[in-house]
């Protein structure tokens, strides 16, 4: 079963006053493309976003449309290593107006991240500030539109592949469309891929993209733009997330999670079969988040209860539960690139 914990590390918990849905690590190489008034050189504005003890983090969330008065925005945070804690408050914060962030995709080459809101998926850059004599990363709002992202409704799932050549998203209208990054050209355009996407991903090496929704799921290859195979369900299951391997070598593997009557499951698929190799239940509870560490050693489920489940990628053998992370259900998890965090 693994250890059972209390999340009562005051330090690396902190409330930013809004409820938050999207979360990412921002990738070391943002410090690169940071245009800053200041006379700072790139060397001197590279320990703030690269220390090996000092992470950057951007949140996304809000009260939506609503008159609750909390607001919308994009937040950034920086999480101290060393120290084991998150700033009391966030070094950078960009207002979203009515508009309520729900999903973002940092760019893996640091160029700056998307946003999925209620109409429409903004860009936005990096930007610099400084807290203390110190230069800090902070969000701008970009000059960049994605004209072929607006007025598309609510999209559910952005990914980028490794290289951050492709952008894959999917809607809550089924539709599901990757193109090409930066030019924006359309490579695959699926009206119908899902009655709703819930979940994208590209496989390591950019041959495939996974997708669940509604429905079995599907595998999509990248050169042809085509469905190539469809990841059948079983009894009473319903897919949620899915998300491959990170292992470079011939023992790539495909997750699902699966809910059914006696609660969440994560289930196992080879690559090159897309057959079923394994469905292993994990949790009671249902899943409402899930991902797998950049090194591929771990897997982590967050549940509608505010738990988090902390699984070997070897076993599918869960090593630790963290009880009560959240007041309420996991929105998102994410592992730092190096894994550690």
Not at 155 to 181: H, I, M, P, S, Y
Not at 290 to 317: A, C, E, P, Y
């Amino acid at each position: 079963m693994g250890k059972s914990n209390q999340n009562n590390d005051a330090s690396n918990c902190k409330k930013y006053g809004i409820p938050l849905y999207g979360a990412a690590w921002v990738p070391p190489a943002a410090a690169s493309t940071i245009k800053s008034g200041s006379e700072s050189t790139p060397e001197e504005t590279e320990p703030a976003a690269s220390s090996s003890s000092n992470y950057h983090i951007v949140l996304a969330g809000g009260g939506g449309e609503g008159r609750s008065g909390i607001p919308n925005a994009l937040l950034v945070s920086t999480f101290d290593f060393s120290s084991n804690s998150l700033s009391d408050q966030p070094v950078g914060k960009l207002g979203t107006g009515s508009d309520l962030p729900y999903r973002i995709a940092v760019h893996p080459g640091g160029e700056g991240l998307i946003c999925s809101l209620p109409k429409s998926c903004r860009w936005f850059d990096w930007d610099a500030i400084t807290i203390k004599d110190e230069l800090s990363l902070s969000l701008k709002s970009s000059e960049k539109v994605l004209e072929k992202l607006e007025d598309v409704g609510q999209q559910l799932a952005l990914t980028f592949n490794n290289e951050g050549t492709l952008l894959a998203v999917g809607g809550e209208d089924g539709k599901l469309r990757v193109f090409k990054w930066p030019d924006m050209d359309i490579t695959l355009d699926e009206a119908n891929a899902h009655a709703s996407v819930k979940d994208l991903d590209f496989s390591p090496d950019g041959n495939f993209l996974a997708s669940v929704g509604s429905g079995p799921g599907r595998i999509w290859k990248v050169a042809t733009a085509t469905s190539i195979a469809s990841l059948p369900k079983e009894n009473d299951e319903i897919f949620g997330f899915c998300k491959f391997s990170r292992s470079g070598d011939s023992n790539l593997v495909l997750y699902v999670t699966a809910m059914r009557s006696k609660g969440g499951s994560i289930v196992k698929w080879n690559t090159t079969s897309w057959k079923r190799i394994s469905s292993t239940h994990i949790v009671r509870d249902p899943i409402s988040a899930f991902n797998v560490s950049s090194d591929g050693k771990l897997l982590v489920v967050g549940t509608i209860q505010g738990d988090i489940w902390i699984i070997s990628s070897v076993s599918t053998r869960v090593q630790t539960v963290v009880r009560k992370v959240h007041l309420g259900l996991v929105t998102a998890l994410g592992f730092s690139q190096d894994s550690r965090l």
